[in-house]
Structures are given as structure tokens and as C-alpha cells.
């Protein structure tokens, strides 16, 4: 069996074990430290409580096992295992067990159990080498994790930065192997296509004239995001008076949400009950703006049907951005900055200009444009999405799972 721990049911992530349990060739169980993100939890970066609106425990085989009380995601020290883990490898005969990090204490110690079980060690994570860390900082996190790989048998890369960290550490190509980070592609595409004769009454609804080009953010409104760099390079496009009207449209909440109310005219704010011109108007030139509220997972395609393009700004501590690959999967044009993890993979730059220095503002502005002049999709998406399909990694761990079963009866 193949044991995959991993701190909580994640909304990303469901959608790949429930695909692994329809492929049927792998017997895996899903370990939950905590039932975070199954019921209603407060997220404090959004700013809510919430729950996701998809089946996130259904579909695949799965159990809470003990961890310390009051454990939490969010928490490296309070995520931690209450039981001796490589009881429960033994008990159930796991053959390998997959780890999907190291952000919390519990899976440091799942690798000493696994050790001791003599249970093969994957991991599947999201960090990569964009993000550089301070100097004080590089040569601890340089021998916590060089011990902590030198432990694991095999490397699930999400993308080629991630690969690059892996590599970065002197991890081998043997034990490197590609597992694209994905979402439900079929199911963004089929909610899409069902939203699309509707584009002009949710437009409309939202504020968005027929003809301007509407740009959307989607996400946490907090720093790491940089959604203001959008409002930012939506006046620099709007400076030139022979382009099509910008308007954004904001999807999401969080703690950057007056300033940058404050910085666009809004014309409707779905927190207000969705009234319009709600705040008063902000500096010459301010882009026209909706803030349409948090979209769980069956609504947020009412989002991408509506916009022409996504806008993902983020700094490098965006590991990856998978509002990219849903937007993509939508059918709607995405721009990345080049500090995200998805840029290299998603965005290649066979399907255009379609990434941005961080913080480049002018930049952006000018790709924005060039998307505004050539709007829809490149023909080599459809290439990028059949790469990035939870079906291709379900391919990968069924071959990997088949080698070390190989390798046992040898």
C-alpha cells in the first residue's frame, strides 16, 4: 500500500487522490493530520470562515490519524504526530509512505518512523529555488534539508523550479521524476462551458461594459499577492487613450481590501450588497474595479467565463499559482509574473509573451496590451494542460509503485 500523509484535505489537491482511486491501479490511503478545510474553518489571510463547496473526504480512501492537540496547518510546532507512525506503516503493510513537504514537524518525524519501519520515503512538495532566503538563513536551511533528502527514495517534482531546488541539493537524476501539479482540468472546462452563454449577464451584473477588457484577480488580497501592481499597470495601460477601456475584477477578500478599493473607482462591491460606485473616486486615471467577494470552487468559473485574462502578480513566495492552470483549463488567457512557480511550465514562451518581472509594472501594462490586441488562447495550451492532468501524474505514481514492487521481489 501507499500511504500519502499530508496536514488537511486541501481543495487543490482532492481532486488528484480522487483520480488515483478512479485509476484503481495503486492501493494508496490518504493520512489526514487535521480536518482543516473539510468543515468550516477560519482562514485568516481571507479573512472568513469557510468551507469548500466540493466533496473534499469522498471518493478515495482516507482517515484522521492522531496528532497532537490542537494541531493546525498553519503551525509548525503544533503539527506534529501523537502516535508512533511506524506502527501504523507496519499494520498496514505500507510500502511506501508520501510525504507533501516539510512545512510542518510531523513530517520530520514521519520520515524517522518510516525509517524505522523500513517504508520507502517520496515527497511531493512545493518549494523551488525562486525564492532566495536571507544569508543568516541559507546555510541552516542548507543542512536541515540535506539531511532531510538524503533520507527520501524518490522526488515528485511539481515543475521545473521545484526540480531545480532538488537538483540545487545534489539530489540525483534517478531519483527525480516529474509529477505536474494539476487541478481538475475536465471539471473547470465543463463549468465553464456551461457559463459561457451567460458571459454578458455576469459582466453586466458586475459592473463590466460589453466592450471593455476585463482583467481579473483571483485570490488572497495580501502582500505576497501584489494585487495593487495590477491596479498600478492598469493606469499605465489607461494612460494610452487609443486602447480599449481596462476594467478589474477582483475575486477574493483579505487584508489588503480598502487599499485597494482605495486605489480603483469602484462600481460595484459584492460586500456592500453589491452597490454601486460605493467609494468615492480614487487618484487621476484609477481603473474601473468590481470586488466580487470570495468564489468557492463551483462558483469561481463564473469569474474566469467573465474576464479576458487573469493577472496572477505574486512575488516568490507564490511556490506555484494554480488559479494559472484553472484559468487555462477555463479557456481564459493568464499572465504570471516570472517570480511564481507555475511561470516556467505554465507560460513557457512558446505560447507568447505571457510572463513579467515582479514588480515591473510598466511591464505588465505593456503585456496586458499585447494580450488586449491577440485575445484567446495560444495553440500550445492545450499541450501544457495534457502535461499538467491529474491523469499524467496517476500514470507516474502507478510506475513508480510498480518499481519498488519490482525491486522487493528481487
Known amino acids: 500500500m501507499l500511504a500519502i500523509l499530508t496536514t488537511h484535505p486541501i481543495q487543490y489537491q482532492v481532486p488528484f487522490w480522487q483520480a488515483l482511486a478512479k485509476d484503481g491501479r495503486v492501493p494508496f490511503e490518504v493520512w489526514y493530520l487535521t480536518d482543516h478545510g473539510a468543515k468550516p474553518s477560519l482562514d485568516r489571510e481571507f479573512g472568513r470562515t469557510f468551507a469548500w463547496d466540493i466533496e ?12 497532537a492537540d490542537g494541531a493546525t496547518p498553519a503551525s509548525f510546532w503544533q503539527c506534529r504526530l501523537r502516535e508512533r507512525l511506524r506502527d501504523r506503516l507496519r499494520r498496514t503493510s505500507a510500502k511506501v509512505l508520501w510525504l507533501q513537504g ?7 518525524q514521519a520520515v524517522r518512523e518510516a525509517r524505522a519501519a523500513g517504508t520507502q520515503i517520496w515527497l511531493r512538495a512545493e518549494s523551488n529555488d525562486l525564492a532566495v532566503a536571507p544569508w543568516w ?11 532531510l533528502f538524503a533520507q527520501v527514495d524518490r522526488f515528485l517534482y511539481i515543475g521545473t523550479a521545484n526540480k531545480r531546488l532538488y537538483q540545487g541539493f545534489g539530489v540525483p537524476e534517478s531519483k527525480l521524476h516529474a509529477a505536474p501539479y494539476a487541478v481538475d482540468n475536465d471539471r ?17 451584473r ?9 482583467v481579473l484577480f483571483c485570490g488572497k488580497f495580501i ?4 494585487p495593487i501592481d495590477l491596479v498600478e499597470a492598469a493606469r499605465l495601460y489607461g494612460s494610452d487613450g487609443s486602447r480599449r477601456s481596462i476594467h478589474l475584477l477582483f475575486a477574493g477578500s483579505g487584508e489588503l481590501s480598502a487599499v485597494l478599493k482605495q486605489a480603483c473607482t469602484v462600481v460595484y462591491d459584492a460586500e456592500l450588497g453589491g452597490a454601486q460606485s460605493v467609494w468615492p473616486a480614487g487618484p487621476r486615471r484609477s481603473p474601473r474595479a468590481s470586488f466580487i467577494g470570495f468564489l468557492n470552487q ?14 496572477l502578480p505574486s512575488d516568490s513566495g507564490e511556490t506555484w499559482g494554480l488559479v494559472v492552470n484553472e484559468a487555462l483549463a477555463s479557456g481564459t488567457s493568464a499572465l504570471a509574473s516570472k517570480s511564481c512557480g507555475c511561470a516556467e511550465d505554465m507560460l513557457p514562451a512558446a505560447t507568447g509573451k505571457r510572463v513579467f518581472e515582479v514588480g515591473n509594472t510598466r511591464e505588465l501594462a505593456d503585456v496586458l ?17 495534457s502535461c499538467h492532468d491529474v491523469r499524467t501524474t496517476a500514470d507516474v505514481v502507478h510506475s513508480l509503485y510498480e518499481q519498488r514492487l519490482t525491486n522487493e521481489r528481487r
Open 223 to 226: 502582500a505576497k499577492k501584489r
Open 369 to 385: 496590451a499585447q494580450v488586449q490586441r491577440q485575445p484567446g488562447l495560444p495553440d500550445r495550451v492545450a499541450d501544457v494542460l
Open 206 to 214: 458586475w459592473g463590466v461594459d460589453d466592450d471593455a477588457f476585463c
Open 188 to 204: 473547470f472546462a465543463r463549468q465553464a462551458a456551461a457559463l459561457r452563454p451567460q458571459r454578458k449577464e455576469w459582466r453586466r
Open 56 to 67: 473534499m473526504l469522498a471518493g478515495y480512501p482516507h482517515r484522521i490519524i492522531e496528532a
Open 102 to 108: 516539510w512545512q510542518v514537524a510531523a513530517y520530520w
Open 137 to 147: 538563513k541559507r546555510p541552516l536551511k542548507r543542512l536541515a534539508l540535506g539531511r
Open 298 to 311: 463551483t462558483e469561481i468559473s463564473r469569474a474566469y467565463v467573465a474576464a479576458d485574462c487573469l493577472v
